[in-house]
């Protein structure tokens, strides 16, 4: 007689062959499948990892692209997503100021392009920018681009009104930030004063001015498994160039403070399944990667191809020696700054999408 056991471990191997064999193809994974690779055990665990290391190399060989954060306006923010330290309301202990100079967030930008960031994400909290702020921003650009030609510069200002974004690429934004967080029917668990329509519209307008679009999603706030793949999908209707997927860094002060439902071997099988849906995609391991995947870190190098340098909007990561090195002890190398992240097929269209020649997507996602 066959032990029960056994046949769901040999269901899951060669459902897991399947996946991968689609993944490495660039087709699309399944809702179920996506869905299993969440369920699956932690005795699952190296073999998920090393499916979705294959499909990892395939597409981005052993390059890690570096990103820094620039946070240009911090707190204060009148929206209230539940996760934020900068919410509506937070009493999180956190720094709050208003708008730094261009040369200032240039500067720090310098600081971390010398340390091998590819990627420079200017960042300030709030429901939107008003023009005055994109023009802020657009000098800021032009201070980092003058002694940094080949830097990608990324802005997440929150939700864009109609031209803003036109107006970000025109002065030399490469990209743009705005996270779906997680699915539609979670959203409004998490945020009630804008939708994840509102989200969604916003990463469209981005990629319709040429803007390379960056979204993703924050795990461990209490979703289900259907709602991180549920967010997955939306994601993949966006077509976004970057998904970078943060682990709840639960602030006191915030309605999240002290929520600790993640392992670090749920956030691997996580990020396999964000390798998964986005086979050849930038995924990026963003917050809370040092509090939740631990010393299992070095593991998350084999699943996603980019992460962020150092520290986050309002939390210390840890140090940039310390991520080199350990980008270095896995086998990795840093990705250089003239190094196109994307597969040839994908990054030509985003050099088509920023010329403005069409939004011609491909077929498989
Ligand atoms: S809009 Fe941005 S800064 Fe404001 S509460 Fe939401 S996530 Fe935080």
């Not at 329509?197 to 924050?218: H, M, Q």
């Not at 439902?261 to 995924?283: K, N, S, Y």
């Not at 340098?309 to 080199?324: A, C, E, N």
Request: charged residues 20%.
């Amino acid at each position: 007689m066959h032990d029960p056991t056994d046949m769901a471990a040999n269901g899951f191997e060669h459902q897991l062959a399947a996946i991968t064999a689609t993944a490495l193809r660039a087709d699309c994974v399944e809702r179920d499948e996506l869905l299993a690779v969440l369920a699956s055990s932690d005795e699952d665990l190296l073999d998920v990892i090393a499916a979705a290391g294959r499909v990892r190399r395939k597409f981005f060989g052993r390059r890690v692209k570096l990103n820094y954060l620039v946070n240009m306006k911090s707190g204060m923010c009148p929206e209230d997503c539940g996760y934020c330290s900068q919410r509506l309301g937070s009493s999180a202990e956190i720094l709050k100021y208003s708008w730094i100079n261009p040369d200032d967030a240039a500067s720090h930008a310098h600081c971390a392009i010398d340390a091998g960031a590819k990627r420079i994400c200017l960042v300030a909290a709030g429901r939107g920018p008003a023009d005055r702020d994109i023009e802020r921003v657009a000098d800021t650009i032009a201070a980092i681009k003058s002694s940094a030609p080949a830097v990608e510069v990324c802005a997440c200002l929150g939700l864009l009104k109609q031209g803003q974004a036109e107006r970000l690429r025109e002065a030399g934004a490469d990209a743009y930030n705005h996270n779906l967080n997680t699915s539609a029917e979670n959203y409004a668990r998490i945020c009630s004063t804008h939708a994840f329509t509102d989200r969604a519209a916003t990463v469209a307008a981005a990629k319709s001015a040429g803007l390379s679009p960056c979204s993703g999603a924050i795990v461990g706030m209490g979703e289900s498994y259907e709602d991180i793949v549920d967010v997955a999908l939306a994601l993949r209707e966006l077509q976004p160039d970057s998904v970078p997927v943060n682990f709840l860094i639960p602030f006191e002060g915030t309605p999240l403070g002290g929520h600790w439902e993640l392992t670090p071997q749920r956030g691997l099988r996580i990020l396999a399944m964000f390798r998964f849906a986005f086979p050849d995609v930038e995924v990026r391991i963003a917050g809370g990667r040092e509090i939740h995947l631990r010393t299992l870190q070095p593991l998350a190098l084999h699943l996603a191809n980019s992460m962020f340098l150092g520290d986050y909007l309002t939390s210390q990561g840890q140090p940039g020696q310390d991520d080199r090195a350990m980008i270095a002890d896995a086998g990795f190398v840093i990705e250089g700054l003239e190094e196109p992240t994307l597969p040839v097929e994908r990054h030509d269209l985003v050099i088509t999408r920023q010329r403005g020649a069409g939004t011609t997507t491909p077929a498989n996602t």
